[in-house]
């Protein structure tokens, strides 16, 4: 079965350090997104993505995040300059068509800003 | 805004019980997902609802659109069934097809 793969599964970063998170998306899904989930909370949407461009993005996103499909193949998230309130887990997912068939979540990378 | 809730909040069941969890949510959507979350954190789908009812082994899924509440039943539960149960709406049309999330409800199988 298509997977969404993610990396790393675990990222230390110190605080105001930029890191990455990578996501392979599956290749035939057209909608790309980043969601978070902070220990004990919700998941919560950061950003949708498709046509190779942002479609919606919550207030949580801001100048510091942005994210890329450099090659046709990977997601990347960008946060530019980390704080502590930035740890959580990130899950990337993917969806075919606009009622969601074969939406599926990577397997999340967990950030630690310390 | 839509605002998705799900009660319990917290299960504790013993094995074979018939075991619910509810979510109700504020406005009109396209469909509810219902997610499965393990330990150690990874997100798997378990139904996409938009009308009645989809059975998949244990698990029956039910919506009430005009209710706006959902249901998630597991039959003769069992301890690997011991996960977070999640359901998210959706509202699909245009460019994004966001999840807005409910809290989740922490469910305990006790062999």
């Known amino acids: 079965e298509p997977e969404v793969t993610q990396t790393p599964s675990h990222q230390v970063t110190q605080m105001g350090q930029e890191v990455i998170l990578r996501c392979v998306p599956i290749s035939n899904h057209l909608y790309f997104y980043w969601y978070r989930q902070i220990l004990g909370q919700k998941v919560e949407f950061l950003v949708s993505?498709?046509?190779?461009?942002?479609?919606?993005k919550s207030e949580i996103f801001d100048d510091q995040f942005s994210v890329e499909r450099p090659d046709g193949s990977n997601f990347t998230l960008k946060i530019r300059s980390t704080k502590l309130e930035d740890s959580a887990m990130y899950f990337c997912a993917s969806s075919l068509w606009t009622d969601n068939y074969g939406y599926t979540f990577g397997s999340g990378t967990r950030l630690t800003v310390v | 805004k839509n605002e998705v809730e799900q009660s319990p909040q917290n299960l504790t069941a013993q094995e074979g019980e018939f075991i619910t969890i509810n979510c109700s949510y504020s406005v009109g959507i396209s469909a509810l997902h219902w997610l499965q979350q393990h330990p150690g954190g990874g997100i798997v789908s378990l139904f996409m609802?938009?009308?009645g009812k989809k059975k998949h082994g244990r698990l029956i899924a039910t919506i009430n659109i005009q209710e706006k509440h959902s249901s998630l039943h597991i039959t003769a539960s069992h301890p690997r069934d011991s996960a977070v149960y999640i359901c998210?709406?959706?509202?699909?049309?245009?460019?994004?097809?966001?999840?807005?999330f409910g809290t989740g409800t922490l469910l305990a199988v006790q062999p």
């Open positions: 609802l938009s009308s």
């Open positions: 993505f498709y046509n190779n461009e942002i479609s919606e």
């Open positions: 998210a709406s959706l509202n699909y049309g245009g460019a994004t097809n966001k999840l807005i």
